[in-house]
Each structure stands twice: as structure tokens, then as C-alpha cells.
């Protein structure tokens, strides 16, 4: 008979520290985490502090005193405010052209010969690889030559600042939603759309009641995608938008000709907007999810 | 209300592969029809081409005697159960159900009472505000074929609906299929690889091949007079003997088998130097020292195995084992494996066909 042997811990009475690799590795990990989150965070601190510091220069030291004017010279700053505007009309107008245009692009690759597709997919994509500048520049000349050609008026839409930009942004914020719409349709079961053919749905019918409520989640991330990355682009924008402006092309100047701690304030406001809007749609998130438990 | 369906010539080929050869067939009125054959036999394809989905290459279809060349799937007077049942995962069951109805214009009211009218046929009377992901795969079954009842089809067309569902639910949904079959009184076209379902189910079956039909009958038909070697193969269990005619009189043939001379059913006019394969089910062979038999098997025991109501044997055949099947009496001898036995069978039980392909390879 052979006994089998047990290793038991030493039933020891001394509770002393013992160095041991997972310390080590603990350590390790919550300092990465710390750096990762003050690399993170810490300019936006930082700058948020400098929006209350009443200081002509935006700047924490020295703590001149707590301060709201900066709010006030950003709302009565009417370049910022013009431009804040170009930039909600120009989203707005890219989320109409991009959303649609992705998903045109996604179903088109969706149903294309499998031989076509690669190159297809090389070409509604090479937007995103291509320089913002040169889509700007390109669609600055692109429509002057239109506009040439057809005599159009200088007051027109081929000349127009916010017109151009919205199709010059379009033109690779396209590529980003269709991505997006690309990702949700390859889960999409194709037999859905035949089962609707089958029980008398027109094509249209199959597109706006079975495949669009599928794809709504897409809709709504490529809408919010879209608007987000019209908002904050200024690469294809400087170019497009000549004689008007938006908020970054405001902000870009203000940098070159003296910046004041108004842009901080500006900062503080969508950082707030932003944590806001995550927190509302967290909570309700979570309430519909116990209420879908509880249903 | 119901139609029958005419397929005359048909002919599909995708690209080099042939997938459906020169079908002629008349699906009557309100019948249960299956089309059976093993996955690749082109019965799917079939039923794509009767929906609409894909045209046939050659030939035509007619639904009610009205050709539907050029008719889309939306425009045919029939519906189908898919396959992976294909209910709409974000309406709700009723909302699946009279799907065909809003698409058509039907007013709310009026679909909500088809939609519960159906729900009570498939006894779901109150899961209708359920989503389908909520329910069971049966019950999702129950919903997949009401959905397709609802818009009133000439045609019902069931694309192997069964396949997913567990072995009990399988045997009770037959039943159940059958009787609503008999109540809405439409034609079901049945499509299935399981001969269980269709010999069950089916007024008639359509036995398939590589595209081809084999033969079109009454379940006892096809069972108990098989037209190809296929359908003896397919259709049951069936012990093959290979061997040569050496004499044709009277409906019966003679062939020189491994196992010397045997008689069979000669259903197809087979003549002396034919090449031939003679059936015999697993039933019909019986211990020689029970009976007088016109045919004997002299060979040996490879396995024995118990199955409660009936006891296999199973003996060294010519290319395959011989399944012998006996009602378990109580008075079985138990064989060790390699022992000698004889076996026995009357040639009327015994059916003698051409050469040719088998289900099984």
C-alpha cells in the first residue's frame, strides 16, 4: 500500500509579510494604471482649472482668484459663437449625407460579386487613408471647376463655405459609418429579407421594416460617429470653409493671434455636455435593463 | 382556396452543376406532398424555384394552372416555412404572425383578430406579445407556420422544418402538421431528408437523387415497391444482394448470387445476363429452421444485438452486412460471432431491381 501524500501549508501560528511575485505584479499594474489615467485626464484637469483662474492667460499658476468671466466673454464672444453654429449645421448636414452614403456602400458590398469585392471594398475605403488636407484641397478645386464650367453664380452653393464643407467632410466620414453599417450587416441573416419577400413585402417594404429596425443601433452609433468627427475636423475644414468659419478654425486662430482662458471655458462645457450625456444614457440604460428583468 | 402545382421539365443548373434534372410532376390539389432524398439532392432547390427565389433554367412552373414565370417570391400565391424558421427577432409573435397583413394594407384591428385566430390554432392564444426569442423551439415552429397560414397561401411549402427540433417534439409536430394540413385544407409541399416524416406525413413522395426523381407514390408504394435500387436503399432499412438473372418467368427472376441461386419480385422486366440487385427488408429473413423457405442463406453471425422488441442479427453479406430483424419471442438462440446460421425468406417478399446507385456507399 502506498499513501498518498498531501502538501499541507505549514500550520505555522506567525502571520509575517512575505514578499511574493503577485506583489509585485499588483504593484506594477496599479502604477501603469495611475500613469495611464493621469496621461489620460490630467490636461483636461489641468485645463478645466485654468477656464476659473482669473488670469489673462490661460494658466494655473499663480491662482489669481476664482472666476466665472471667461463663461461670460465666451458667450459674448461672437466669432465663437458663429462658429459654434457652422459647426452644428455643418454635423447636422453630414449626418444627412454620410449616413445614408455608408449604408448605401455597406449593402452595396454586402451583395456585390465576391470577385469585385475586394476592390470595391479598397475603393469605398481609400477615403479614410487619404489626407484630410488633400480631400480638402481637392473638393475645393473640384467644385470651382464645376462651378466654372456650369456659370454658376458666386453666391451659389458651388462657392458657399458651409456647402463645401459638409461635402468635403462627407466624402470620408462616409467610409467611417459605412465600416460601421458593415459590421452590424454581416450578422444580418439574409433569410429574414426572403422570409418578408415570401409573405408579400415589396423590396421597399423589406428595407424599411425588417432591415432598418435591425440596423438601428448602427444608425444611431454612425449618426453620433458622423457628427462627432464633423465637428472636430479641421484638416479637410480649413480649406473648404474660405470665407466662413467653425468652432475649430475660430479656436485655431484664436491660438495663433493669443489665446485667452475663454477656451478653456468653452472646453469645460463640452467635457461636461460629454459626461452628462454618457451618464444619462448609462442610467437609463440600466433601468431598462431591470426592466426587461423584471417584465 | 387550395391549387395544385405543375412542374413540367424543370431544369436548374447553377453555373456546371446540374441541380435539378427534367422533374415532370402534377402536385394535386390539397395534398400532403414530400419530396425526400439526402441533403444535395436538389429538393431545396425545388422548393426555392416553386417560392420564386431562384428561376428554373429550363421548363416552367404553374400554380393553379397560371404560369409564374416572372413572378417574384411577393407575388406567388404561396408561402413558405424556412428552414431556420426565420421569424423576425424584433417584432413580437403576433406582429410576426400578421406580418403578411401589414405589408398587404390590413388595418390594425383586423390583424391583431387573424393574428389571434392563428395563435389559438397553434394553441398560443396568449404568447402573442412574447418575443419569439421567449418561446420554445417548438412553440417557435408553431408560430414559423402560422405566420405563413396567415396570408392565405394556395401553397404551403416546409423547408425541412423539423430538422431543429428534438426527437419527441419532432414525432408530436408530425402529428400536428398533419392536422392542421387537414384543417386549413392547402396544398403542403414537404421537403425532407428524414423518410420517417415524409412516409408518416405524406399522401404522396417524391424519392430524389442527385436531381434526379427516382420515383413518385404512396408511402406503401415506395416502401413496398421500390423502382430503383436508390429508393430500396434509401426508403428503410433494405439488405442488398448483388448478383446475375439467369431466368425471368411469371414476375419473378432467378439470380446467381454469392450465396447461389435466389428468387425475387421481377418489378422492372429484367432479362437473363442482366446485372441486378435483389432486397430484402430486415423483417422478412427468418431463422431457416422456422419456416419453409423457397430461398436460403447459408453464412455467418458477425454480431448479435438486443433491442427490446425485436433482436438483429447481423451476417457476413456480399458486400455489407445482412440485418436480420426478429420479434423478440422469448426463444431466440444467442449466435457467437462467427458461428454458421442459415436464413430464409419467401420471394414475394423479395424485390429485384437493376444494378445501380445506393444510398449508401
Redesign the interface.
Known amino acids: 500500500m502506498s499513501s498518498v501524500q498531501t502538501t499541507l501549508p505549514p500550520q505555522t501560528g506567525q502571520h509575517g509579510f512575505r514578499l511574493r511575485s503577485t506583489h509585485v505584479r499588483q504593484f506594477m499594474m496599479g502604477f501603469y494604471i495611475l500613469i495611464f489615467f493621469a496621461y489620460l485626464f490630467g490636461p483636461l484637469v489641468m485645463m478645466s482649472a485654468t477656464a476659473f483662474n482669473d488670469n489673462t492667460y490661460p494658466q494655473v499658476a499663480p491662482w489669481n482668484g476664482f472666476t466665472l468671466k471667461w463663461f461670460e466673454e465666451l458667450i459674448t464672444d461672437s466669432f465663437m459663437v458663429e462658429g459654434f453654429i457652422n459647426s452644428l449645421v455643418i454635423g447636422a448636414g453630414v449626418v444627412c449625407l454620410a449616413v445614408p452614403f455608408g449604408l448605401a456602400g455597406a449593402l452595396m458590398l454586402s451583395q456585390i460579386h465576391h470577385k469585385v469585392r475586394s476592390i470595391y471594398y479598397v475603393i469605398v475605403v481609400s477615403p479614410i487613408l487619404t489626407p484630410g488636407v488633400i480631400i480638402g484641397i481637392s473638393t475645393l478645386v473640384f467644385w470651382d471647376w464645376m462651378g466654372l464650367m456650369l456659370d454658376a453664380d458666386f453666391e451659389s452653393p458651388f462657392y458657399n463655405g458651409i456647402w463645401l464643407t459638409i461635402i468635403g467632410q462627407a466624402t470620408f466620414i462616409s467610409s467611417y459609418t459605412l465600416l460601421i453599417f458593415l459590421a452590424r450587416l454581416q450578422r444580418f441573416?439574409s433569410?429574414?429579407e426572403?422570409?418578408?419577400?415570401?409573405?408579400?413585402?415589396?423590396h421597399v417594404?423589406v428595407f424599411w421594416?425588417?432591415l432598418v429596425?435591425?440596423l438601428k443601433p448602427a444608425l444611431i452609433s454612425a449618426a453620433v460617429l458622423a457628427f462627432l468627427t464633423s465637428f472636430e475636423n479641421y484638416n479637410t475644414t480649413v480649406f473648404t470653409i474660405q470665407a466662413e468659419s467653425t468652432l475649430t478654425t475660430v479656436l485655431a486662430s484664436k491660438v495663433r493671434l493669443g489665446i485667452t482662458p475663454a477656451v478653456s471655458a468653452l472646453a469645460v462645457l463640452i467635457i461636461s455636455l460629454t459626461l452628462v450625456g454618457a451618464a444619462v444614457h448609462e442610467v437609463l440604460r440600466r433601468r431598462e435593463r431591470t426592466e426587461v428583468k423584471v417584465g | 382556396m387550395s391549387a395544385n402545382v405543375e412542374l413540367e421539365n424543370l431544369n436548374i443548373r447553377f453555373g456546371d452543376f446540374h441541380a435539378v434534372k427534367d422533374v415532370n410532376l402534377n402536385i394535386r390539389d390539397g395534398e400532403f406532398f414530400s419530396f425526400l432524398g439526402p441533403s444535395g439532392c436538389g429538393k431545396t432547390t425545388i422548393l426555392r424555384a416553386v417560392?420564386?427565389?431562384n428561376d428554373p433554367t429550363e421548363g416552367a412552373i404553374y400554380i393553379g394552372g397560371e404560369n409564374m414565370l416572372g413572378s417574384?417570391?411577393?407575388e406567388r400565391p404561396?408561402?413558405?416555412v424556412?428552414q431556420?424558421l426565420?421569424?423576425?427577432?424584433?417584432m413580437s409573435v403576433a406582429d410576426n404572425i400578421s406580418?403578411?397583413l401589414?405589408?398587404?394594407g390590413v388595418g390594425k384591428v383586423q390583424r391583431r383578430k387573424k393574428a389571434d385566430e392563428l395563435l389559438e390554432m397553434i394553441a398560443l392564444s396568449d404568447q402573442g406579445d412574447k418575443l419569439p426569442s421567449e418561446l420554445s423551439g417548438g412553440q417557435r415552429q408553431r408560430v414559423a407556420i402560422a405566420?405563413?397560414l396567415a396570408?392565405e397561401p394556395k401553397v404551403l411549402l416546409l423547408d425541412e422544418p423539423l430538422s431543429a427540433l428534438d426527437l419527441k417534439l419532432r414525432e408530436h409536430m408530425r402529428t400536428e402538421l398533419r392536422r392542421i394540413q387537414q384543417r386549413v385544407g392547402i396544398t403542403f409541399i414537404y421537403i425532407t431528408h428524414d423518410q420517417g416524416e415524409a412516409l408518416t406525413m405524406s399522401d404522396r413522395i417524391a424519392v430524389m437523387s442527385h436531381g434526379v426523381m427516382q420515383q413518385v407514390g404512396s408511402a406503401q408504394d415506395i416502401y413496398d415497391n421500390p423502382a430503383t435500387s436508390f429508393v430500396a436503399s434509401f426508403v428503410g432499412e433494405n439488405n442488398p444482394i448483388n448478383g446475375t438473372v439467369i431466368a425471368a418467368e411469371e414476375g419473378y427472376v432467378s439470380l446467381k448470387t454469392d450465396f447461389g441461386e435466389l428468387r425475387g419480385r421481377n418489378e422492372r422486366g429484367l432479362q437473363p445476363g442482366d446485372r441486378a440487385t435483389l432486397f430484402i427488408r430486415p423483417q422478412n429473413l427468418c431463422l431457416s429452421e422456422r419456416g419453409d423457405f423457397d430461398n436460403c442463406i447459408q453464412t455467418t453471425v458477425n454480431d448479435q444485438e438486443f433491442e427490446g422488441e425485436f433482436e438483429h442479427l447481423y451476417l457476413a453479406g456480399d458486400s455489407r452486412n445482412l440485418v436480420v430483424s426478429l420479434i423478440n419471442d422469448g426463444a431466440i438462440p444467442q449466435f457467437s460471432n462467427g458461428s454458421p446460421i442459415s436464413v430464409g425468406f419467401h420471394s414475394d417478399r423479395a424485390v429485384v431491381l437493376p444494378a445501380g446507385e445506393m444510398a449508401y456507399e
Not at chain 2, 426565420?86 to 424584433?90: I, T, Y
Open positions: 441573416d433569410t429574414l426572403e422570409a418578408a419577400l415570401d409573405l408579400g413585402a415589396s417594404q421594416q425588417v429596425p435591425f | 417560392s420564386g427565389f417574384g417570391p411577393n404561396t408561402a413558405l424556412f431556420s426565420a421569424l423576425f427577432p424584433l406580418f403578411g401589414k405589408v398587404r405566420r405563413a396570408v
